[in-house]
């Protein structure tokens, strides 16, 4: 064999050495733990034969860290980009099964790399996180690789889509880039993320908590809100991670994605007619009238069991994303509360940095009174729903369905904050307040001095709920522009949605704003 082929083999022999990660007992170890490895998970998120690694060669400078000669392949971490349903993606995937899938400093470097090539690039970036943290040995350089990835995933955030899936543990200060992304997946029982685990709880104050209620996907995806989507197992939490890619723009000012559809924007919806209950006190579910909208009635909801009185939605409107903000009477009458407002505000801001129109759904009775929610801090929270859907310069629809009272008809896209097109079933009440309340308040003398006060407050409540406590108000003096057939609304929004495709909004040079945080 001459030179060459010499070194042609050597090559060979290495790379595959390297792509054995960390070895068939380690493998074993993860797949018992039901979870797939590195490059199990790379082959389910890429089309076939579409992944090109990046920096397979990169090592640690193990013997300066007292690694001694610790074989740690690809530094733990695989890095690279491919194909996602034909369209690019960049992406990292930690491996448990090479020193942990810790991150020391070249395995930070990597990242970065790829971090940089996709902002250069202008193609979303997904992080799959399964590592035991900043790598022990390393010491400081492995606190300075997780800077320079906050700071990446800050300098990208509203320009390329970020997005975290965590597979396995995430420990310290490592859940702070899956936090600083946009979009966070989890697996059930398998991951967890926290900022210090259940032995230092324990130890610091007493308390007695598992991992997986101290951190798991359910934990995060019911009680803290840090988890959008709690997926059921690796293949699952990768599915639905490409199904998100796929209603989502590369960059803030490319192309919307279309997914071509035969359901016409013409199609009625008979059934949101008999949708609203007759009895203003009964409940019913939103999200059927969301998906009745959509196109297929297919809807995406991140945050699906975290603050359920309101709900977020991507659907397609004619092949294009939508993003919806709904309350959801069937939770908790559908109140904003101050979880509710940041999920919503955080939502609106997403859509709008990507340039997808915004279609809010209006059924709400006002904001949550009460010591937990004012000492919680409602007031900035709720605030930050006003300024979301303020500074949004995105096409913004609302469909106001039935209540729709006081601060909180405000706060939920009306037409100054910028709505361009408010419409309302005639179910709506458009009101300062509910007519009992209004009632008690207006005409307490005249109720406490009649003779029959029930009857007295019988008859001004219906006088106020015929006056007010309909759309017609708000539709005479402008602050509406129609009132539509609730089986109209899908095909109203699609056309809303054609003619204002092409919206410029301009808003006051600055550096940039200061939402109340
Ligand atoms: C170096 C690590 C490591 C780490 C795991 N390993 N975590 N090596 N640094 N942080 C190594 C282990 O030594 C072991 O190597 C291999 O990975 C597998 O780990 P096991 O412990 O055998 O796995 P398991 O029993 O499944 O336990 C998983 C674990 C545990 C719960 C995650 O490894 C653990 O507690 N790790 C440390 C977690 C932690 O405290 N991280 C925070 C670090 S500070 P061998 O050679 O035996 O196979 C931090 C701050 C960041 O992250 C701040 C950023 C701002």
Redesign the pocket.
């Known amino acids: 064999m001459g030179a060459t082929a010499d070194k042609l083999k050597a090559f060979e022999e290495k790379r595959a050495d390297l792509l054995t990660m960390g070895g068939d007992k380690l493998i074993e170890k993860q797949h018992s733990l039901k979870k797939l490895t590195a490059r199990e998970r790379i082959n389910l998120f890429f089309d076939e034969g579409s992944f090109q690694e990046t920096q397979l060669f990169v090592k640690t400078r193990s013997t300066l860290f007292g690694l001694g000669e610790k074989d740690i392949k690809a530094d733990g971490v695989i890095t690279g980009f491919g194909k996602v349903n034909g369209r690019t993606v960049f992406a990292s995937f930690q491996d448990f099964t090479s ?2 899938g ?1 991150l020391g400093e070249m395995h930070a470097k990597k990242i970065w790399k790829v971090m940089d090539l996709a902002m250069d690039a202008r193609k979303p970036f997904v992080s799959f996180n399964d590592s ?6 390393e010491g400081v350089p492995s ?1 300075d690789g ?1 800077g320079g990835i906050f700071y990446r995933n800050t300098n990208g955030s509203g320009y390329i889509p970020q997005i975290t899936a965590i597979m396995g ?1 995430t ?4 859940v ?1 880039s899956p936090a600083l992304t946009d979009w966070v997946f989890m697996v059930k029982e398998s991951s967890y993320m926290y900022i210090t685990g259940p032995d230092v709880i324990k130890a610091v104050i007493g308390e007695e908590v598992s991992h997986d209620e101290l951190g798991g996907a359910v934990a995060h995806a019911t009680k803290s809100g840090v988890c959008h989507w709690a997926t059921e197992n690796d293949e699952d939490c990768i599915n639905k991670v490409k199904t998100l890619l796929s209603f989502l723009p590369d960059c803030y000012d490319s192309m919307q994605p279309f997914v071509a559809t035969n359901d016409s924007p013409d199609r009625e919806c008979p059934e949101l007619d008999t949708i609203v209950p007759d009895r203003a006190t009964r409940s019913y579910d939103m999200r059927k009238v969301v998906e009745a909208v959509a196109d297929d009635n297919i809807i995406f909801e991140p945050h699906e069991m975290w603050a359920k009185s309101i709900l977020v939605a991507f659907i397609r409107i004619m092949g294009q994303t939508v993003g919806v903000i709904a309350n959801n009477p069937k939770f908790n009458a559908g109140v904003l509360d101050y979880m509710a407002s940041d999920k919503a505000s955080r939502f609106i801001r997403f859509c709008d940095a990507f340039n997808i129109p915004l279609l809010t759904f209006a059924d709400v009775p006002g904001y949550m009174p009460g010591t937990h929610q004012e000492w919680a801090g409602i007031i900035s929270h709720g605030a930050k729903l006003l300024f979301s859907y303020s500074e949004a310069t995105v096409p913004k629809i609302t469909v106001v369905t039935r209540k729709d009272y006081g601060g909180a008809y405000i706060g939920m896209c009306s037409k100054q904050l910028g709505a361009d097109y408010v419409m309302a079933w005639p179910t709506a009440e458009i009101a300062v307040m509910g007519a009992e309340g209004a009632c008690n308040i207006i005409y307490r003398r005249e109720i406490n001095s009649a003779e029959d006060p029930a009857s007295k407050r019988k008859e001004l409540v219906s006088a106020y709920e015929e006056q007010f406590n309909n759309p017609y108000f708000a539709a005479r003096m402008g602050i509406i522009e129609e009132v539509i057939a609730p089986r109209e609304t899908r095909k109203r929004v699609a056309t809303i949605l054609d003619a204002l495709k092409d919206k410029k909004e301009v808003r006051l040079p600055k550096k940039h704003n200061n939402i109340p945080l």
């Open positions: 020193a942990g810790s035991g943290g900043a790598r022990i040995q606190l997780y543990p420990a310290g200060g490592a702070y």
